[in-house]
T-cell receptor, first 114, second 114 residues
Framework: DSGVTQTPKHLITATGQRVTLRCSPR?????VYWYQQSLDQGLQFLIQ???????AKGNILERFSAQQFPDLHSELNLSSLELGDSALYFC?????????????FGPGTRLTVL | GENVEQHPSTLSVQEGDSAVIKCTYS??????FPWYKQELGKGPQLIID?????GEKKDQRIAVTLNKTAKHFSLHITETQPEDSAVYFC?????????????FGTGTKLQVIP
């Protein structure tokens, strides 16, 4: 158990809909990262937050947005969903207080868009 | 930006044999190289990492080597066991602009045949 929690575990929805994925980082971790993993694909970095502020953006679509709240949990919002958005979405956290270090991954949310 | 290439994409070995996975990176400023193991249905988990001031690191049956000049690093698993079967990701990381930037390879699916 990495200490990172993600909800829900599975999500099935229809095209055009909007969903929210939630992540709680490890206790004490200030940085949260979101990744997308499509079938047989690697980990595509979407966005990073540090202590409530956006720090870096990767290949995140304009239909997607995220935020990190004062209690450090983070939410990833996916709107106008398309079939191609079906994927595993992982949240990871790190302390953020050291220059480099391990990222701890949550169990992921599997999104299926029908 | 950073580009990480990982080979092979799939690897099958007999139980007890060794497995080697290779990665190359493009940004010479990268200074931290973690390896993650992802078992089916789970999030990636760090198994070993190496920093740029070290050429080799070993932890029981797992070792990682780094050649900064050639910008490549490798994961070596000796005496493979069926529980080593998983997808392995390499990554290259650097601290820049106030945040840790991590780029993952595309993954290697390792199958250990009993």
């Amino acid at each position: 158990d990495s200490g990172v929690t993600q909800t829900p575990k599975h999500l099935i929805t229809a095209t055009g809909q909007r969903v929210t994925l939630r992540c709680s980082p490890r206790s004490g971790d200030l940085s949260v990262y979101w990744y997308q993993q499509s079938l047989d694909q690697g980990l595509q970095f979407l966005i990073q937050y540090y202590n409530g502020e956006e720090r870096a953006k990767g290949n995140i679509l304009e239909r997607f947005s995220a935020q990190q709240f004062p209690d450090l949990h983070s939410e990833l919002n996916l709107s106008s969903l398309e079939l191609g958005d079906s994927a595993l979405y992982f949240c990871a956290s790190s302390s953020g207080t050291v220059a480099i270090g391990e990222q701890f991954f949550g169990p992921g949310t599997r999104l299926t868009v029908l | 930006g950073e580009n990480v290439e990982q080979h092979p994409s799939t690897l099958s070995v007999q139980e007890g044999d060794s497995a080697v996975i290779k990665c190359t990176y493009s940004d010479s400023a990268s200074n931290y190289f973690p390896w993650y193991k992802q078992e089916l249905g789970k999030g990636p988990q760090l198994i070993i990492d190496i920093r740029s001031n070290v050429g080799e690191k070993k932890d029981q049956r797992i070792a990682v080597t780094l050649n900064k000049t050639a910008k490549h690093f490798s994961l070596h698993i000796t005496e493979t066991q069926p529980e080593d079967s998983a997808v392995y990701f390499c990554a290259a990381s650097l601290y820049s602009g106030g945040y840790q930037k991590v780029t993952f390879g595309t993954g290697t699916k390792l199958q250990v045949i009993p």
